[in-house]
């Protein structure tokens, strides 16, 4: 399916590896020109080499953190009308909820909520003014259902379900699409190593699995895919919407 946006402009926050790297190969693959970020600047450049190399399409790479407001200026400065966004960043690392201090919390919520909603607030009005733009925000299936040692990840992804659910029906009539990705487990670096413990890679894969209908982890390019569709032409009616990519994990007829 061609999804319509070739030569697009794309912004796709911590991307050099992971989730964010699965939506910026999907965004490429369908043509788009693309802002890259990660904090680590060798495996950003070879992300962004790779992007290049395969997909002929202009790719411009700023490392750091984006949570720090010089890393977003610098995205902006360097895409500053773009069609497209992707909000994604790391969350904190698993920690019961009681050795949690101010700032701890403090810094998931930032990074978690606080960022992508300062990237929409820029990005949003010219996007209306044009006539286009795909918001998609890459939040976390713990949003529906809690997992033990990252409330502070789940609450500040909720936060921001709910700060830009009543946005998203603002500019809907604009051709501006606001809309959330529900990873659930995905084989990415972070969740290999979540949790692990003293059990073998074997034993740690098959517990993962273990309560997925699918019966194994999805993957960061069939993740990538499905942002890609959401920010294509086709998606234009579709918008304020919270889309588990969980392998039928979560369970809801509705």
Not at 1 to 14: P, R, S, T, Y
Not at 166 to 179: D, K, L, M, Y
């Amino acid at each position: 399916m061609d999804l319509g946006i070739k030569g697009k402009n794309a912004i796709v926050c911590a991307s050099s590896k992971g989730l964010g790297r699965g939506c910026a190969m999907g965004l490429a693959e369908a043509g788009c020109n693309l802002v890259v970020n990660g904090r680590d600047a060798t495996v950003l450049a070879r992300t962004a080499a790779e992007l290049r190399e395969l997909y002929k399409v202009d790719v411009i790479e700023i490392a750091g953190d984006v949570a720090q407001p010089g890393v977003q200026k610098a995205m902006l400065a360097a895409l500053p009308a773009p069609d497209i966004l992707v909000n994604n960043n790391g969350g904190p690392p698993p920690k019961d909820f009681r050795e949690l201090d101010r700032q701890a919390i403090l810094d998931g919520v930032m990074k978690n909520m606080i960022t992508p909603i300062e990237l929409v607030k820029a990005v949003v009005d010219g996007m209306a003014e044009r006539g286009f733009g795909r918001i998609v925000n890459i939040t976390s299936l713990s949003v529906y259902v809690p997992i033990e040692g990252l409330d502070v990840s789940s609450g500040a992804r909720a936060g921001l379900t709910a700060f830009l659910a009543g946005i998203a029906r603002t500019v809907a009539s604009r051709n501006v699409t606001i809309n959330n990705l529900l990873p659930g487990k995905l084989d990415t670096d972070r969740l290999r190593g979540a949790f692990q413990g003293n059990t073998s890679a074997e034993e740690h894969h098959a517990r993962l699995i273990a309560d997925i209908p699918a019966r194994r982890l999805g993957t960061p390019e069939e993740f990538g895919q499905i942002c890609a569709f959401l920010c294509s032409v086709h998606a234009g009616y579709l918008t304020g919407q919270n889309i588990p990519v969980d392998g039928g994990a979560y369970v809801s007829a509705f």
